[in-house]
């Protein structure tokens, strides 16, 4: 069968094609960075109308009143089971980068004594910068370490293991279940990164007994443009996390505005500052689309797609390209193609309707975000490619 026939008949025996129909999408562009920046679903521009005309501008500040203060554990019960969490163990607020500074100085302080933080190599750099000020801060030393080595490496001096659960460039999808349980047998807490994991595919939190983790809500749960992160912090913790940004919003009695600081209740203490209720409410409507699938049958589709856009870049682009990603159940939900000149090609791709991103030092990226990507674009994008390259 021509890979055009296979792309129809994937595409026609898709169980979750209809979610496509939920975001509003440009029929003349192929959309994979969805790994950056996720499409807007249809449910979010009448939500923020609602939200603006109605609720900001007719209810005015008797909206914090109306919905708009609890948004943040609210919209963490509805991520939970995303993350395999039981609800009130997560707080959406703030950006990744902010909440991972949170959970690195509250794990030191969880687990005082030991002089290292583990942070791994090929790291997205915010998680390094903010492993390195988290450090100076509180007197610890940074280690980098491979992933693939993360389990061996935890040892008596190591307070924190920081780790990313998909690598941001390659795809790789690491063994959050092993290498929490060699931390914790080290003694040492690890907080994981989700960013590139969750809405990709299932994770467990809680039955991998993980200590603190982070994502961010704009990729695979479209959000939008700098939405909301999301910090979970488990019930076992939760009466000793003691978070550094300690803002009146996480604070026990926000209203009584006392001097002293008192942390709230549960995961509430992950809270700052005011949330931002407009990015939070767009969230709250880009996850309806939930509603309608679930997150078993997107990491099946996501795993049959990037199979065939693998297939695909053997047939056509042959040995013009070298996969970064790995070929077996081990990746998250996007793929890594090294080629020369990777910057150059990435803009001739996008000039063509065909966005990836491109990532130093020569990696193309293509994200497939299950929701909304069909088989026939992961044909269109080797096609588009192998004119380029
Ligand atoms: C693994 C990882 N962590 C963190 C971030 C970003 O953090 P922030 O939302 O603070 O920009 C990204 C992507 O931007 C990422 O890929
Ligand atoms: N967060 C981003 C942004 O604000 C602008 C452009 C890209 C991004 C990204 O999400 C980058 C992404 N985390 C990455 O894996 O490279």
């Not at 939920?22 to 003349?28: A, G, Y």
């Not at 609720?55 to 203060?69: C, D, V």
């Not at 795809?171 to 349980?181: F, P, Q, S």
């Amino acid at each position: 069968m021509s890979l055009a026939d296979t792309a129809r008949k994937l595409d026609a025996l898709d169980p979750i094609a209809h979610c496509r129909d939920e975001f509003d999408l440009d029929p003349d562009v192929v959309y994979l960075n969805g790994n950056s920046l996720g499409a807007l679903p249809r449910a979010v521009a009448p939500r923020l109308a609602e939200v603006v005309g109605q609720q900001w501008g007719r209810r005015l500040i008797r909206g914090w009143g109306e919905g708009w203060w609890g948004a943040p554990e609210r919209l963490g019960d509805r991520l939970a089971p995303l993350v395999g969490s039981a609800p009130g163990q997560v707080v959406v607020g703030d950006s990744t980068s902010v909440n991972l500074f949170k959970a690195l100085v509250a794990a030191i302080r969880l687990n005082p004594g030991r002089p290292e933080l583990l942070v791994d190599a090929a790291t997205f750099p915010t998680d390094g910068y903010i492993a390195a000020s988290v450090a100076r801060l509180t007197g610890v030393r940074v280690r980098p370490v491979p992933m693939p080595e993360a389990a061996a490496e935890v040892n008596e001096h190591t307070a924190v293991l920081l780790a990313n659960h998909v690598d941001f460039r390659s795809g790789v999808l690491h063994d959050m279940g092993a290498i929490t349980e060699a931390a914790h047998r080290a003694g040492a807490l690890v907080v994981w990164d989700l960013c590139h994991s969750v809405g990709a595919l299932p994770v467990e939190l809680d039955a991998h007994q993980v200590d603190l983790a982070v994502g961010c809500t704009y990729k695979f749960l479209n959000g939008g443009p700098g939405a909301p992160a999301f910090l979970y912090v488990p019930q076992r913790f939760q009466d000793a996390f003691d978070q550094p940004l300690s803002g009146w919003c996480g604070h026990a009695e926000p209203f009584a505005m006392t001097p002293e600081y008192t942390p709230g209740a549960g995961v509430t203490r992950g809270r700052t500052g005011t949330p931002d209720i407009l990015s939070m409410l767009a969230l709250d409507a880009a996850l309806d689309v939930w509603d309608k699938t679930s997150i078993a049958e997107v990491r099946a589709k996501g795993l049959r797609l990037t199979d065939f856009f693998l297939s695909c870049v053997d047939e056509l682009l042959g040995d013009r390209v070298t996969v970064r990603t790995p070929r077996d159940t081990g990746r998250g939900n996007h793929v890594a193609l090294s080629v020369p000149d990777a910057g150059q090609v990435m803009k001739e791709l996008i000039a063509r309707e065909v966005i990836g991103d491109y990532r130093p030092p020569d990696v193309l990226r293509f994200g497939f975000a299950p929701l909304y990507v069909r088989y026939a674009d992961a044909l269109t994008a080797v096609e588009v490619i192998a004119g380029v390259i």
